[in-house]
Antibody, heavy 122, light 108 residues
Framework: EVQLVESGGDLIQPGGSLRLSCAAS????????MSWVRQAPGKGLQWVSV???????LYVDSVKGRFTISRDRSKNTLYLQMNSLRPEDTAVYYCARGQARCGGDCNPLNDWGQGTLVTVSS | DIQLTQSPSFLSASVGDRVTITCRAS??????LAWYQQKPGKAPKLLIYAASTLQSGVPSRFSGSGSGTEFTLTISSLQPEDFATYYC??????????FGPGTKVDIK
């Protein structure tokens, strides 16, 4: 059974740093592509970042240069290092697993964790 | 980057109603679109990918159609457990995976 468990969310001051973790079971985080998606309180979903099995990464413009996605094969864990945090980064952060579909040309998010709350405030 | 819009933003419907939600892309995205359902306090759930392929385990009352710039999600007969918010997402590999703004389906 696939399971994703996020942790690391906290109350942090603007300008601070935080690392989120997503512990995976039932599959390998290095074999599929993994994404982070966030949801500000009362708002819609915003895709944040993806890491592919070949280690290519992509980011939404608003976090480029501040956030870094990575994974640890030995711990089967996905990470999101968040630096220079801003109040607008306040959100529940979900990790999600995707698989290649459409003959490899599309990547829907099949499995999701329960989310971890990051609050950026002084 | 691709922008997605959804209409309506909110709809009120009754159990048994047929419901249709539209997602429009700012440029053609072939069939690289997914639909998700999210209930309050819960993670989203994948319903449909590749515009019209039903994810395993999703009831057949859900269906998707469209290609290019216009897509629809249809619920043929709304059930009590279907009251939720629905999001479309652009899912073309190696691009930015934009979500639409969401459509909340509420009880009339």
């Amino acid at each position: 059974e696939v399971q994703l468990v996020e942790s690391g969310g906290d109350l942090i001051q603007p300008g601070g740093s935080l690392r989120l973790s997503c512990a995976a079971s039932g599959f390998s985080v290095t074999n599929d592509y993994m994404s982070w998606v966030r949801q500000a309180p009362g708002k819609g979903l915003q895709w944040v970042s993806v890491i592919y099995s070949g280690a290519k990464t992509l980011y939404v413009d608003s976090v480029k240069g501040r956030f870094t996605i990575s994974r640890d094969r030995s711990k089967n864990t996905l990470y999101l290092q968040m630096n220079s945090l801003r109040p607008e980064d306040t959100a529940v952060y979900y990790c999600a697993r995707g698989q290649a579909r459409c003959g490899g040309d599309c990547n829907p998010l099949n499995d999701w964790g329960q989310g971890t709350l990051v609050t950026v405030s002084s | 980057d691709i922008q997605l819009t959804q209409s309506p933003s909110f709809l009120s419907a009754s159990v048994g109603d047929r419901v249709t939600i539209t997602c429009r892309a700012s440029q053609g995205i072939s069939n690289y679109l997914a639909w998700y359902q999210q209930k309050p306090g819960k993670a989203p759930k994948l319903l449909i990918y590749a515009a019209s392929t039903l994810q395993s385990g999703v009831p057949s009352r859900f269906s998707g159609s469209g290609s290019g710039t216009e897509f629809t999600l249809t619920i043929s007969s709304l059930q009590p457990e279907d009251f939720a918010t629905y999001y479309c997402q652009h899912i073309n590999s190696y691009t930015i995976f934009t979500f639409g703004p969401g459509t909340k389906v509420d009880i009339k």
